[in-house]
């Protein structure tokens, strides 16, 4: 009886392991964020400015029918703070430690390869939550009241966060680390400009409207508008849109992903 029970406790032990290393991994991804300046800067320190700023100083065009600009700003630098720490912070840390080897060493320990992108997607998560609770009590103090279907909001947030994660490692795992980080930075200034999130994509000429909608940041500040906005329709396209980046995205990336 001794030894079937020996042989019964060990996988228990293990499968207690488990939990536990994938948490001490989510707080490890977490604290290397916060100690990274590139991330605290675009994670926070650029979406909180763009938002304070542009709430204070009506300088920007605003969409028919709204009368104050973070009305405009809020659900559009929403859609900018996932895109940062989806696709920039999470592309140019796990490029750079892909780089390093690190990817490796972590990929065969006891933690394992689905734990340790487990950690960093809850990482990432975490990262999100805190900035939509910060974007959101700043936008509210300047007036902005969100209404019309936020759960709809939240499921837009799920499915940006996959397509930009998506993105992020699809570079991280064929790039170079310097050529991710020129990258990663690259598409987030195009897409910051293309997105709607600083001024409505009806501003731009047509030629870039097309572009601008094909696009999983403008698909996502279109839905994130719609969805915060009171008497907003939805707009399919922009759904189907978001959905295809959410599903294409991660799947590429899974299939060029190398590890070392």
């Not at 509210?140 to 019309?148: D, E, I, Q, S």
């Amino acid at each position: 009886m001794k030894p079937a029970t020996g042989r019964r406790s060990a996988p228990s032990r293990t499968a207690q392991r488990r939990p536990r290393a994938w948490r001490a991994q989510t707080a490890a991804e977490l604290r290397s964020t916060l100690r990274r300046g590139d991330a605290v800067l675009l994670n926070l320190a650029i979406p909180v400015g763009l938002l304070v700023f542009f709430s204070a100083v009506k300088v920007l065009p605003l969409p028919a029918g709204v009368l104050h600009p973070v009305d405009f700003l809020a659900p559009g630098v929403l859609a900018l703070a996932v895109m940062s720490s989806s696709m920039v912070s999470l592309g140019i840390a796990t490029g750079f430690e892909r780089q390093y080897g690190v990817l490796k060493r972590l990929g065969v320990t006891p933690l394992g390869r689905p734990k340790l992108l487990a950690a960093k997607i809850t990482s990432t998560a975490a990262v999100e939550v805190f900035q939509l609770i910060v974007l959101s009590g700043i936008a509210l103090a300047f007036g902005w009241r969100p209404a019309g279907d936020i759960a709809l909001g939240v499921v837009a947030a799920l499915a940006g966060t996959a397509a930009f994660a998506g993105l992020g490692l699809l570079m991280a795992g064929s790039l170079r680390a310097e050529v991710t980080l020129a990258a990663a930075n690259g598409l987030y200034i195009l897409l910051l400009l293309l997105g709607g999130m600083l001024f409505p994509l009806s501003q731009l000429p047509s030629a870039l409207r097309y572009i601008a909608d094909g696009l999983p940041a403008g698909a996502l500040s279109q839905v994130l508008h719609s969805s915060l906005t009171a008497g907003s329709s939805q707009s399919s396209g922009a759904w189907i849109v978001l959905s295809a980046w959410a599903l294409l995205a991660p799947a590429l990336a899974s299939r060029t992903f190398r590890w070392e």
